[in-house]
């Protein structure tokens, strides 16, 4: 189905979200508009309703598109000429993601830019706002949502704003701990040669720390795993044990990485818990949402939001494929990929998205990849995203995926993100053209406060792809690694190669996890290059395990590398980190490490480099972020572990 979005009214999100250096008054000249006074049965070429309310603009940017693919498909099947779409100031709530198919590309000649109003910003929400509160006890106020109750809706995130705040802000639900099991059980593991992945799906817990709560299907346990974690449905609890099971199976197996296998965890969404200033819960079977404001917030003057959609607007060509010659002719050929091209989105802003944890929970390898992002392309081409906003995120927010090819991200904001900034490429090692992801750049963006619910989440992620080029970006406060670039484990060729990650600044990384560093490397990748970073304040929480956070940390096969020029400093651990390769695997050239800024030796020159360019410093607008419960939790001594007992 195609994208359909309302116009809000009187629900303003404009400060956090404001055009980046976009002047006003410019001659705002397009081919057909959208504004949330709009309406999609008028001709969409006024950027406002007439006298009469005769005529005027488009409601939704879905009717907009669709208006474009009527004029290419009149001008035979090619735009002969750009087409502007403006976008005017307002918020939008999306009810499904906004879809751009083959039918509704652009070309060389006729490239298609949807764009914001000079001086005005747009935005695309998922969201939906949450009215018709009511006090209860004690300061929390509830309001009761029928399509909660009726199994409809679920939402994770949260987000409110008040009327003097220019951004919208992160709540919490209510959590116990953290805890440290009280063993493993004699449960038969999952199968498999690494002693890692031998994940058992229950453990002990020490008296009082897991009770059968009400509404156990929506507790969560977060366990961590040194450089992952895993959120996990309880199944079932056995007091007289002191044993919790789950519906499914962590990744990793939970203790591997700590002394005596003592692993932390943390329960999270706890009803019995109670709400302390600034949390909420979500009772699905009553359908009744609570939120206890924060002092200084008075709920009939706060704007709530809760998500709905898990992606926003998606890019999505044709893969090649095979097809009959004709109907009279049976024999197959092999019809090349459709791509969708030459599409520029630019000023807008993308906000509120949802993620829905799995019935079995949901426990993922590093960098937790396979999370959705507001914006998905795959088989575009020649697309970019240029000077937008993308915040309060319950995944990622922009994954290029398969077939695509040049596009770029270039001066784009990105944060408070639930997962992570920007996936680029695929897994299969040997991905090979049109499916292998090839010459996408990620310019002058601003990746920030990710991980705030999946902590192994990545600011850029390259997986396999080929001449990726991230430079000049801002990329900090991030659980796990800053940045990750390929995806195989060994030394052997794959078909990522000719990576260049240059002049980016990338601060504040590992603040939970363990076992990466600001720039983190997997596999043989020839012709690929680290330049220029500044890497620093690479930290390390009470909650790692035995492995070490560094700088840059080349891990399994990395091999082929030219590392020149990069300054990293203020590491808790080595800058540099070698794993199942070394340093003369790689080419090395005028890199500073461990040098500090007071120091006469410390290059100031080089590190200044990093970062944005100066066309664009205006990208850095800050967008608060609220950190997770789990960064002001402390650990506690672990308890006496009780003798192990057969599983039943």
């Known amino acids: 189905m195609r994208g359909s979005f309302f116009a809000a009214l009187g629900v303003a999100l404009m400060g956090c979200s404001r055009m980046i250096g976009v002047a006003g008054g410019e001659a705002a000249k397009a081919d057909f508009y959208v504004a949330a006074n709009g309406h999609d049965a008028w001709s969409g070429t006024l950027a406002e309703p ?37 976008l005017r100031g307002g918020t939008y709530w999306l009810t499904e993601p906004v879809d751009f198919i083959a039918r509704d590309t652009g070309s060389e000649a006729g490239p298609i830019t949807y764009a914001a109003y000079p001086g005005e910003t747009p935005i695309l929400s998922g969201g939906r706002p949450i009215t018709g509160w009511e006090q209860e006890e004690q300061g929390v106020y509830q309001v009761t949502l029928p399509e909660v109750r009726e199994g409809k809706w679920a939402f994770r995130q949260l ?27 004699d449960a038969p593991p999952l199968k498999n040669a690494l002693r890692h992945r031998q994940a058992q799906d229950e453990f002990r817990f020490a008296p009082g720390d897991i009770e059968k709560w009400a509404n156990l299907d929506d507790v969560e346990v977060v366990a961590l795993h040194d450089w992952s974690a895993s959120r996990l449905r309880i199944r079932e609890i056995d007091l007289a ?77 044709e893969p090649e494929r095979a097809i009959p010659i004709d109907e009279s002719d049976p024999r197959m050929v092999l019809r090349p990929p459709k791509w969708v091209e030459h599409l520029t989105f630019r000023g807008l802003a993308f906000a509120h998205t949802n993620w829905a944890l799995p019935p079995k929970g949901y426990s993922s390898g590093q960098g937790m990849i396979n ?127 000719e990576s260049v990650v240059e002049f980016n600044e990338i601060h504040d990384a590992m603040m939970l996890l363990a ?6 490397s997997l596999g043989f990748q020839p012709g690929t290059v680290l330049r220029g970073n500044h890497i620093h304040h690479i930290g390390r929480s009470q909650f790692t395990g035995s492995a070490p956070n560094n700088g840059i940390f080349l891990d399994e096969g990395s091999k082929g590398f030219l590392i020149e020029g990069n300054v990293i400093h203020s590491t808790v651990q ?8 070394k340093q003369d695997d790689h080419a090395w050239k005028d890199n500073s490490l461990g040098v500090p800024p007071d120091d006469p030796k410390f290059p100031k020159e080089a590190a200044a480099r990093a970062g944005l360019e100066p066309a664009f410093r205006d990208v850095d607008a800050p967008i608060p972020a609220i950190p997770p419960p789990i960064y002001a939790m402390k650990l506690p001594p672990p308890p006496p572990e009780p003798p192990k007992e057969k599983a039943k």
């Not at 220019?166 to 063993?183: D, L, Q, S, T, V």
């Not at 020649?382 to 695509?404: K, M």
């Not at 080595?574 to 390769?581: H, L, V």
Request: net charge positive; with cysteine.
């Open 241 to 317: 044990s002191h044993v919790v099971r789950f519906t499914g199976f962590p990744v990793y197996r939970i203790g591997h990485w700590y002394k005596g296998g003592r692993n932390p965890y943390y329960v999270e969404n706890v009803k019995e818990a109670g709400l302390r200033p600034g949390e909420w819960h979500l009772d699905r079977p009553t359908g009744v949402l609570s939120y206890r404001p924060l002092p200084g917030e008075e709920m009939g003057r706060l704007t709530v939001v809760a998500p709905r959609l898990e992606s926003l607007l998606r890019i999505t060509g």
């Open 50 to 86: 007439n006298a009469g309310r005769t005529d005027g603009p488009f409601a939704t940017l879905a009717r907009a598109r669709d208006a474009v693919a009527a004029r290419r498909h009149h001008e035979g099947g090619a735009l002969k000429q750009p087409v502007t779409v403006l």
């Open 574 to 581: 080595a800058p540099i980190r070698f794993n199942r390769n």
């Open 159 to 185: 987000f409110v704003k008040k009327p003097d705040q220019n951004c919208f802000e992160r709540r919490y639900r209510p959590c116990k701990g953290p805890f440290i099991i009280a063993g493993l059980t």
């Open 515 to 520: 076992d990466g560093g600001g720039i983190y």
């Open 371 to 497: 999370l959705p992002a507001a914006i998905e392309a795959e088989f575009a081409r020649h697309c970019r995203i240029e000077r937008c906003t993308l915040a309060h995120l319950g995944g990622y927010a922009v994954r290029l995926a398969q077939g695509c090819a040049d596009d770029a991200i270039v001066g784009t904001r990105m944060a408070d993100l639930g997962a992570g900034g920007v996936l680029i490429g695929n897994t299969k090692t040997d991905s090979r053209p049109p499916y292998l992801p090839t010459g996408n750049t990620v310019a002058n963006c601003v990746i920030s406060d990710g991980g705030l619910d999946h902590f192994s989440a990545l600011g850029v992620w390259i997986g396999i792809a080929e001449r990726t080029h991230v430079h000049h970006s801002v990329i900090r406060r991030l659980p796990y690694s800053g940045l990750s670039v390929g995806w195989s484990w060994n030394d052997k060729p794959t078909s990522c190669r």
